[in-house]
């Protein structure tokens, strides 16, 4: 009752005297315990008349016992705060009574619009980002792709998320990012692997990727993933040219070698 989140306040039924209130509502209120507890809701304001305080009631008994509503708390020093209330009939040592749970609705539509504004900077970030993102279950199915994944695997949204992008890594490099892929869902790690993708009609183009599984309070959902060219495609370039510059040095070598041999 007093660790409750919410504000609490119980009414007895008949009368309408407060019985106790939690430290919850007393911050919303703005009242303390020993100014309410004895005094009726209606002298204290919480109810504009006696009609609409029964009538409340009378819907939460004929509901099965509560009822739900958004009311505004009138509170300490004038003004009122919107809350969301839910009215229930219990029985409290043999006594009928009204237990009132609330919520700052004000609040909780203050986090929802921020939740919605921090989709919406995800989605447009993820819409513009350099790098290819998607998002699929756990045995790879996709269910989100960006415009750069896209432009990575040659393919649109809708062709990768309904084909899938399996067949789009190199043959000789397939089983090994399977196998990279399962691992990391079966023991929820991440990982990062370097993979060509497959090109028929030119080199194969080499890709970072990037894995980080998810999951949500109702369990495992998929996996989060990006690939990256410029990364993998640069150092697989840069090692090439060091392999080149190290053959065409050991050529050199051995033509000088044979000279004076």
């Known amino acids: 009752f007093h660790a409750s989140p919410a504000g609490i306040l119980l009414t007895d039924l008949e009368s309408g005297r407060i019985v106790d209130i939690n430290a919850e509502f007393s911050r919303f209120s703005g009242y303390s315990r020993e100014e309410l507890v004895g005094k009726t809701t209606l002298e204290v304001g919480f109810w504009p008349d006696w009609e609409t305080r029964v009538h409340t009631l009378k819907r939460a008994i004929e509901d099965g016992g509560q009822c739900r509503f958004d009311y505004r708390l009138p509170v300490r020093g004038g003004g009122t ?23 700052d609705a004000g609040r909780e539509r203050r986090m929802k619009r921020a939740l919605q504004q921090s989709r919406q900077r995800y989605r447009t970030l993820a ?11 756990g045995d790879g199915r996709l269910n989100y792709v960006n415009e750069q994944f896209c ?10 998320i309904h084909d899938g992008w399996w067949k789009s890594v190199a043959d000789e490099d397939r089983d090994m990012v399977r196998r990279i892929w399962n691992n990391s869902i079966a023991n929820r790690n991440s990982v990062s692997c370097e993979f060509r993708t497959a090109s028929p009609a030119g080199p194969h183009r080499w890709l970072l990727l990037q894995l980080e599984p998810t999951s949500t309070s109702r369990g495992f959902r998929g996996a989060r993933s990006a690939g ?34």
């Open 81 to 103: 705060r919107l809350m969301k209330n839910l009215v229930e009939c219990v029985e409290i040592d043999g006594r009928p009574c009204a237990l009132s749970i609330m919520r």
């Open 228 to 261: 990256d060219e410029s990364a993998a495609g640069g150092e697989r370039e840069a090692a090439d040219g060091l392999a080149g510059a190290d053959q065409q040095v050991a050529r050199r070598a051995n033509l000088r070698t044979a000279a004076h041999l």
């Open 127 to 137: 819409r513009l980002a350099p790098v290819g993102i998607f998002r699929a279950a």
């Open 151 to 160: 432009r990575l695997f040659g393919g649109t949204a809708e062709t990768l």
